[in-house]
């Protein structure tokens, strides 16, 4: 069975919004590991896994258009904590993925994702655990920016937005399903997540969704530390 093992905010009431974007990365955050994994220019070290024109950089972020899309930090990941600015339009639907597999044209059907989602009609909102940890109310607003700080260790996986923690989710390796309500957007049906393909100890891939033509996901200040 899926477990969390500590929630700080009731998961129906938030933090009320606020704009909150990361600092530059600074000494101390050096010092203490942190790396730039996107360099606010170019998308070097990152590929798409469909149509590449859909992600480019605008005023220091990445942007994603078009249909559904997903672009991947080439480099596979055991332990590291995440920390990523994160924007979405009105009615957009995004979403941030760790230790996912590489896969062609297709939605990622392995690994967890963080949602980014305000008022897409998806009811399913930002902070939520895509399939494992629902969350119905965002913690900002359309347009706005905010923080994701997400931390995978060993079999944890810990979230954080704009500073405050939502939980800290145990991995115990059930089967489930993710993705219905994409594959209802889409008209195709998801695969199967199994104990397998969801594991947290996992080595993987961070990718940044582009969910569908009416979705504008924005991304910027993307720092990574690797944990032992």
């Given at each position: 069975m ?9 998961l ?6 606020s ?16 790396v730039?994994?996107?360099?606010g220019t ?5 590929k ?6 859909d ?12 249909g ?10 055991g332990?590291?904590?995440l ?13 941030v993925f ?21 008022s897409?009609s ?7 655990l895509?399939?494992?940890i629902k969350i ?17 260790n060993?079999n944890?996986l810990e979230?954080?937005?704009n500073?405050?923690?939502l939980?800290?989710?145990?991995c ?12 209802q957007?889409?008209g195709?049906?998801?695969?199967p ?6 594991r947290?100890?996992?080595?993987g891939y ?5 969910h ?6 924005m ?8 944990l032992?």
């Open positions: 899926k477990r969390i093992t500590m929630i700080l905010l009731a129906g009431i938030l933090i009320a919004a704009p909150n974007t990361a600092a530059q990365l600074t000494d101390e955050m050096k010092n203490d590991g942190w730039a994994i996107f360099d170019t998308l070097d070290g990152w798409a896994n469909d149509r590449p024109e992600f480019y950089v605008e005023d220091g972020a990445i942007v994603g258009r078009g559904r899309n997903h672009l991947y930090f080439m480099e596979e990941l332990n590291f904590e920390k990523i600015d994160c924007k979405i339009n009105k009615g957009g639907n995004s979403g760790v230790k996912s597999q590489w896969q062609e044209n297709a939605w990622p059907t392995s690994g967890f994702e963080l949602q980014v989602n305000n897409h998806d009811p399913v909102k930002t902070g939520s895509y399939d494992v119905f109310e965002a913690p900002h607003n359309d347009d706005e920016w905010f923080t994701y700080h997400i931390k995978c060993r944890t979230v954080r937005v500073d405050k923690l939980y800290i989710y145990e115990q390796r059930s089967a489930g399903r993710r993705g219905q309500g994409q594959a957007e889409q195709e049906a998801a695969p997540i199994t104990p397998q393909t969801r947290i100890s996992q080595r961070i990718a940044l969704q582009q569908d033509p009416g979705s504008v996901g991304f910027k200040n993307i720092y990574l530390r690797k032992p």
